[in-house]
C-alpha cells in the first residue's frame, strides 16, 4: 500500500448556494439569447464537482480535482510530516449567507468524522466523512503507511 485515496465532503447546501446565481442567470440570459444556455452545461458541473487526496508513503501527496469522477486537474499538494494522527467527532457550522447573496437558507449544523495530522501546534485537516467505519479504515491505513500513531478519540 503506497498511497491512500481520501475523497473529500462538500456539503449539498454549498452547492446549491454557489450554482443558484449561475441557474438564475442562465434563465434570464436564455430568454434573450439560446446561445447562453451552454450555462447549463456549468450549472450542471457543479453538481458532479468533487476532489480528492492522495497521501503518497514519500511524501508526494496530490490534490486531484474531478467532475462526475473524471479527473481534470491534478497538483502536488504538501501536509505536515505528522507526529500523530488524530481521529475525532466534530461539530461543523455552515452558513448559507454567500457574499451579496441574500440568506434565503437556514445556517446549518452537522457533525462529521474528521482525520487530522499533528505536528507540535501545526494540525491540517486531511479527511471528514460522515461513516464512523470509514473514519476507522482510513486512520488505521494512514497510520500504517506513515508510521504514526493515532489518537482515537470516539467512544468505542
Do not use: C
Amino acid at each position: 500500500m503506497d498511497r491512500i485515496y481520501l475523497k473529500q465532503h462538500i456539503p449539498v447546501i454549498s452547492r446549491v448556494i454557489f450554482s443558484l446565481p449561475i441557474f438564475f442567470m442562465i434563465l434570464l440570459l436564455s430568454n434573450f439569447y439560446t446561445f447562453y444556455l451552454f450555462l447549463l452545461l456549468i450549472f450542471l458541473l457543479v453538481f458532479g464537482f468533487n476532489y480528492e487526496y492522495i497521501i503518497v508513503r514519500n511524501g508526494s501527496s496530490l490534490l486531484v480535482v474531478k467532475i462526475f469522477n473524471k479527473t481534470i486537474l491534478s497538483i502536488k499538494k504538501s501536509f505536515i510530516t505528522p507526529d500523530y494522527i488524530s481521529l475525532m467527532y466534530q461539530s461543523f457550522y455552515e452558513s448559507s449567507h454567500f457574499s451579496w447573496y441574500p440568506n434565503v437558507f437556514p445556517d446549518t449544523k452537522f457533525k462529521l468524522y474528521t482525520i487530522k495530522f499533528f505536528k507540535g501546534n501545526n494540525r491540517e485537516t486531511v479527511f471528514k466523512t460522515d461513516n464512523k467505519e470509514e473514519a476507522i479504515q482510513k486512520a488505521n491505513m494512514l497510520s500504517k503507511l506513515l508510521n504514526v500513531r493515532i489518537n482515537n478519540t470516539l467512544k468505542p
